[in-house]
């Protein structure tokens, strides 16, 4: 299993930035994909970017260009920078970590951090 820890997150005004901050318990290079998700009331979760054990990246259409996700992999942090940011952006952000042992393995699936408020004002 994993632990993740979450940091950063906050109010900013249009156009600002803020940087997320995920810690987990388990070295990245064993941890298939680090992903950051974000749901607003309402609205069901949704992934804003991911970075695999690769390094391979993904944004979600909204935020590319806006957002980078990152890793320091001796640290096992993964960041999520967020520039330009838009009242559209409001919403708690979740780190996500996603195991995979195989399948019958009880480890194999995905971990949640308690999740960071994102408020950004117009």
């Known amino acids: 299993q994993v632990q993740l820890v979450e940091s950063g997150g906050g109010a900013v005004q249009t156009g600002g930035s803020l940087r997320l901050s995920c810690t987990a318990s388990l070295s990245l290079t064993r941890i298939s994909s680090m992903n950051w998700y974000r749901q607003s009331p309402g609205v069901q979760r949704s992934l804003v970017a991911s970075?695999?054990?690769?390094?391979?990246?993904n944004y979600e259409n909204s935020v590319k260009g806006r957002f980078t996700i990152s890793r320091d992999t001796a640290k096992n942090t993964v960041a999520l920078q967020m520039n330009s940011l838009k009242p559209e952006d409001t919403a708690i952000y979740f780190c996500n970590a996603r195991l995979n042992f195989g399948d019958r393995d009880p480890r194999t699936g995905d971990y949640w951090g308690q999740g960071t408020q994102v408020t950004v004002s117009s």
């Open positions: 970075i695999s054990i690769y390094g391979t990246t």
